[in-house]
T-cell receptor
Framework: KAGVTQTPRYLIKTRGQQVTLSCSPI?????VSWYQQTPGQGLQFLFE???????NKGNFPGRFSGRQFSNSRSEMNVSTLELGDSALYLC?????????????FGNGTRLTVT | AQRVTQPEKLLSVFKGAPVELKCNYS??????LFWYVQYSRQRLQLLLR??SRESIKGFTADLNKGETSFHLKKPFAQEEDSAMYYC?????????FGTGTRLQVFP
């Protein structure tokens, strides 16, 4: 089985721009979660989708949004980028509820905001 | 508040020495706890979960509700255990991660 695929691997944007990150989960997985990883804050939960519905959301501003499509692929969007948004964004998929089945992580998209 | 604390940023041991990576949590409900590991240039992956009560790669972790701890232990460290280890707590539909502990095992 192919693993979780995130595209692109690297992105460089300037302040004020917006960005869209993509995640393809493992085939058959219906839950997709997004995490932001930074040296200072570590891994922080952004949101989780299951069957196209957002089930849970972390403490991030409304500039961070996401969606999930009928094929379980997910996108994450960040608008009006700030320098502090520079981070590694990780996507993870799971077969069932997060607390019941392991998360399978992608390699991440490294976003640099200048 | 829901929180996971890993007090050590770095733990260095020699091969064959025992290892204990500490994890404490704060959660009012019945916790689901996990250890995730990231080896160099690899993806973050599940190492073990408390509900399975299993040993993976020689590692075990016991949930102590009285001390709100879920420490990861291995009696004899190997060089290939060198990695970043994250303890995680799962309330509904998300994981709350600790800041991680880097384990360095010297030959």
């Amino acid at each position: 089985k192919a693993g979780v695929t995130q595209t692109p691997r690297y992105l460089i944007k300037t302040r004020g721009q917006q960005v869209t990150l993509s995640c393809s989960p493992i085939s058959g997985h219906r839950s997709v979660s997004w995490y932001q990883q930074t040296p200072g804050q570590g891994l922080q939960f952004l949101f989780e989708y299951f069957s196209e519905t957002q089930r849970n959301k972390g403490n991030f501003p409304g500039r961070f949004s996401g969606r999930q499509f009928s094929n379980s692929r997910s996108e994450m969007n960040v608008s009006t980028l700030e320098l502090g948004d520079s981070a590694l964004y990780l996507c993870a998929s799971s077969a069932d509820r997060v607390e019941n089945s392991p998360l399978h992580f992608g390699n991440g998209t490294r976003l640099t905001v200048t | 508040a829901q929180r996971v604390t890993q007090p050590e940023k770095l733990l260095s041991v020699f091969k064959g020495a025992p290892v204990e990576l500490k994890c404490n949590y704060s959660y009012s409900g019945s916790p689901e706890l996990f250890w995730y590991v990231q080896y160099s240039r690899q993806r973050l992956q599940l190492l073990l979960r408390h509900i399975s009560r299993e040993s993976i790669k020689g590692f075990t972790a016991d949930l102590n509700k009285g001390e709100t701890s879920f420490h990861l232990k291995k009696p004899f460290a190997q060089e290939e255990d060198s990695a970043m280890y994250y303890c995680a707590l799962s309330p509904t539909d998300k994981l709350i991660f600790g800041t991680g502990t880097r384990l360095q095992v010297f030959p």
